[in-house]
């Protein structure tokens, strides 16, 4: 990555405590969320929304914003966290460091009024959900929102010893906001679900509608633009865009 982002994010104190907190975490223990930031309005009581945005935010994009900001409106999402985490399942580590992107993803989150941050030990979504339990309230719900991409990797596989074992178990534990990104429209997501494999958990999973021009944004495109010298300033919240400034 550039140097000078590099330096900058060296600059700010947390940028080292970050670090450290991220080689404590451990993806061979027991599943673990530290939240870095909480907003001032947490879920504090039972039976609450929680809106978990997992993603590698690299670097965090108006898509993103724009999907926790639609899910958020559209099913009453009591409070949203982005979740980074240490070990992903799916995509090995490249571009901005795990400190860094929490100390951007914390910026942004400090002038928002219902955002908290936090980073997984673990990739797995079932890993998370046990782990998000032993900090919320009893009782919360758990709302992941993903791309459709990420839906159809949760139905891989390689990612589960017994898959339908695990598969009912996470279904049991959450549910999924599912939003159309870039070629791929709502009606692929219900297509998807409706393959026999799948049909058993369509009630936990609702499919959310994005404009077009968010559908298509994405951190590739942001990382490409960068490396090009073309502006980034209609595809990252201004609190991102300043790191390249």
């Known amino acids: 990555m550039n140097h000078e982002v590099l330096d900058k994010f060296r600059a700010y104190p947390e940028y080292e405590k ?3 907190l991220i080689n404590e975490l451990d993806p061979n223990a027991p599943p673990q969320v530290v939240i870095v930031h909480r907003t001032p309005d947490p879920i504090c009581g039972s039976g609450k929304k929680l809106g ?4 590698s935010f690299n670097p965090l994009t108006v898509a993103h914003i724009k999907m926790v900001e639609e899910a958020r409106e559209r099913f009453q999402l009591d409070e949203l966290l982005l979740l980074l985490a240490k070990a992903n399942v799916d995509k090995d580590l490249f571009g901005w460091p795990l400190a860094g992107r929490i100390l951007s993803l914390k910026r942004y989150a400090e002038d928002q009024n219902n955002i908290s941050i936090g980073i997984s030990s673990h990739g797995r979504y079932i890993d998370k959900v046990e782990a998000l339990k032993t900090i919320y309230p009893v009782d919360t719900e758990f709302h992941f929102i993903v791309g459709y991409d990420t839906l159809v990797r949760i139905f891989d596989p390689k990612y589960y010893t017994d898959i339908q074992t695990e598969l009912q178990h996470l279904f049991l534990e959450c549910r999924f906001i599912v939003a159309n990104r870039d070629q791929v429209d709502i009606e692929t997501i219900k297509e998807f679900l409706s393959q026999p494999a799948h049909q058993q958990y369509r009630s936990s999973v609702t499919p959310l509608r994005l404009p077009d021009f968010y559908a298509e944004v994405s951190s590739t495109e942001v990382r490409q633009r960068i490396a090009q ?6 595809l990252v919240p201004p609190v991102i865009a300043e790191f390249f400034e």
């Open 229 to 234: 010298g073309d502006t980034i300033s209609h």
């Open 52 to 55: 978990i945005f997992s993603g």
């Open 18 to 20: 970050y670090s450290q």
